[in-house]
């Protein structure tokens, strides 16, 4: 299939997997889940159907948790398996239900206590946090549906358990920064006091407390809510290695002990970084991926090139010669490849999310090393069948966000080659390096759509036209003070013969005497 752009052999859908290839994936982990929550909200739940000796009970609260639980690993598995990704990350979504459950159960056991007090909404705060937005929706479903055994199937628990979970989401959606959702507080506890008026009058609530109570308690809920989901984020961000987006926004400041350590030991590889920071973002920003991610993980991608900067062209200067002279191809490429894992071992060594890390050996993905390997092939060094020992080791790009910043590393550095850039040749190299990119199987795994290739390809030559505009010739200094001269001598007025020998008597200092006259 081809375009009109000159792209071609990427799907408009992206590569689809089957139901069973996504259950593969999940793992037999995920599986056991659901299951054993079940088995521990069932038993959390059983005395509310009369104790567990009632084994009809038991059994119904067994099996409606079951389907509840399921229901629930399919959404997840079905439709976010890409943020998902691991197993631990399914602790992380099943362990806020039970802590919810828990936490209700203990609140209903004093019957005068009204279920305002129950924090409903933590669980969909955190994994909005944690996760995104609409993932944290289908959670609000399922911990909703969970509430309806636990208060005998009434109507006003279970509809005030969603109402608080999604006012929850929509309270801390898009924030960036942790004490923003300390903010949400006063947002959360206003809406959770003013459901508590409704639900006074309509006379839902359970336990007989005054309307000014329960307004109290509801504030209260969505206060301890908030601050729940505060306290356990950095617990399930270390244990489970989640990389949220506070994680991500402290790893953009430029003052981070890697960027420095690379702007000092090699500054033309940490300015090509931000170059590529510069055209990720504004191609993530085009086709509505993770920009902020993007723009981090330029900022890493090449952090392995301070071990050996001075064997990666960008560091080594105008006039000076190539390390890479003196030896082999082949050994040129192996140097070439270790900045992949030196800076995996790098970021490993500092701790840098396995989100940042995936940017390291992804941004090179499988391609071929094309200068060293065609120098191996014009000295009859190697042959065709060798092309395996010139290829980086991979992976290919396995999000938007990886590729953006595969292509944008390519882009950056072939630009730099370009003697009279123009508005065609910015376009036509462009494309190329898209085309090439597709072609070679780079983009394979990578979600990007045809259109989202035309679409990063538009935004690189829109930046790239801006970087290489037209500037106007500035004059020399010698130019300009020839100029000055001139425009002095011109501007001088202009004296008669009789002011000029005054003024030359001047200059000799001779004093003219008066002329006698016939009186004196």
């Not at 598995?77 to 631990?88: D, E, I, N, P």
């Not at 305002?116 to 705060?125: K, R, S, T, Y």
């Not at 085309?435 to 990007?448: F, Q, T, V």
């Not at 020839?482 to 005054?502: H, M």
């Amino acid at each position: 299939m081809a375009t009109s752009n000159g792209l071609a052999g990427v799907s408009r859908r992206g590569p689809l997997r089957t139901g069973t290839e996504r259950l593969k994936e999940a793992g037999l982990g995920g599986i056991m889940i659901p299951l054993v929550s079940t088995a521990i909200l069932s038993a959390l739940l059983g005395p509310v159907f009369g104790g567990l000796d009632a084994a009809d009970s038991l059994t119904g609260t067994l099996l409606y948790v079951l389907a509840i639980h399921v229901s629930l690993y399919l959404y997840l598995t079905y439709f976010h398996l890409g943020t998902v990704k691991k197993r631990s990350h399914l602790a992380s979504i099943h362990v806020p239900l039970v802590l919810l459950v828990a936490l209700a159960g203990a609140f209903k056991l004093d019957s005068n206590l009204t279920y305002f007090l129950v924090p409903f909404a933590f669980g969909a705060i955190l994994l909005t946090l944690l996760f995104r937005t609409d993932l944290a929706v289908g959670f609000s479903f399922a911990a909703a549906a969970l509430m309806a055994p636990l208060y005998g199937f009434e109507a006003g628990p279970v509809i005030l358990c969603m109402a608080a979970q999604l006012l929850g989401i929509f309270a801390v959606r898009g924030t960036r920064k942790r004490i923003h959702v300390m903010w949400a507080c006063p947002a959360l506890a206003g809406m959770n006091a003013i459901l508590a008026v409704p639900y006074h009058f309509l006379g839902l609530s359970a336990a007989s407390a005054s309307l000014g109570t329960e307004i109290i308690y509801g504030a209260g809920s969505g206060i301890l809510a908030a601050i729940l989901a505060v306290g356990l984020l950095p617990i399930l961000e270390s244990v489970l290695d989640i990389t949220t987006v506070f994680k991500i926004q402290e790893l953009a400041d430029l003052d981070h002990p890697l960027l420095r350590n690379l702007f000092l030991r090699a500054p033309g590889t940490y300015q090509h970084s931000m170059a590529v920071s510069n055209l990720a973002v504004t191609a993530a920003e085009a086709i509505g991926a993770d920009w902020l991610l993007c723009r981090v993980g330029a900022y890493f991608h090449d952090i392995g090139k301070a071990e050996r900067p001075e064997y990666f062209a960008e560091n080594q200067g105008y006039g000076r010669r190539s390390r890479h002279e003196n030896l082999k191809p082949s050994l040129s490429a192996s140097v070439i490849k270790s900045h992949v894992t030196q800076g995996l071992k790098i970021a490993k060594d500092h701790r840098l999310p396995s989100a940042i890390c995936d940017f390291i050996p992804q941004h090179h993905g499988t391609s071929v090393i094309r200068f060293f390997y065609g120098k191996a092939l014009d000295t009859r060094q190697v042959g065709p069948e060798s092309k395996g020992e010139f290829r980086h080791s991979g992976p290919k790009p396995q999000s938007k966000e990886t590729a953006i910043v595969m292509l944008s590393d390519s882009v950056e550095a072939v630009s730099r080659t370009l003697e009279k850039p123009s508005p065609s040749t910015v376009e036509e190299t462009v494309r190329e390096i898209v085309r090439e990119r597709m072609l070679d199987g780079d983009l394979d795994e990578s979600n990007l759509t045809l259109r989202d290739l035309n679409t990063i390809a538009e935004s690189f030559i829109k930046v790239l036209n801006g970087v290489f505009h037209a500037r106007p010739e500035y004059p020399k200094v010698e130019e300009i003070q020839a100029a000055e001269k001139e425009v002095t001598s011109e501007s001088r007025p202009r004296r008669n013969g009789s002011e000029k020998k005054k003024v030359k008597g001047k200059r000799k200092g001779r004093a003219r005497k008066p002329r006698k006259t016939a009186t004196g």
